[in-house]
């Protein structure tokens, strides 16, 4: 049996992080309700304060979106789209 040594931890360092860790890309973005895009989009990023796998959209739905319970709701991000059967209630 191989034995287990201790070993040391590292230091924590005071270093700053740099300004951007990461290089960001444009992101293709796009929302679609009931087959219409919303063109009025000010706010598609993480939601603030959250862990980053939740997505906060802020968007005006458009005028020509039908009044219906059960509008498809289309939400695409880098190649990514969301699940067919996901719907929007509209008034």
């Known amino acids: 049996m191989a034995e287990l040594s201790p070993t040391a931890s ?3 360092t005071a270093a700053r ?3 951007r ?6 992101v293709q973005r796009s929302v679609t309700i009931g087959g219409v895009a919303a063109r009025d989009i000010p706010f598609f990023a993480s ?5 980053e796998s939740i ?12 009044s219906s319970p059960y509008n ?7 190649g990514m789209k969301s699940a067919d059967w996901t719907t929007i209630a509209v008034r």
């Open 10 to 12: 590292p230091e924590p």
């Open 55 to 66: 997505l906060q959209i802020n968007l005006v739905i458009p005028a020509r979106v039908s």
């Open 47 to 51: 939601a603030p304060g959250f862990l």
């Open 21 to 26: 860790p990461f290089q960001s890309r444009p």
């Open 72 to 78: 498809p709701l289309v939400i695409s991000a880098s």
């Open 17 to 19: 992080p740099p300004d």
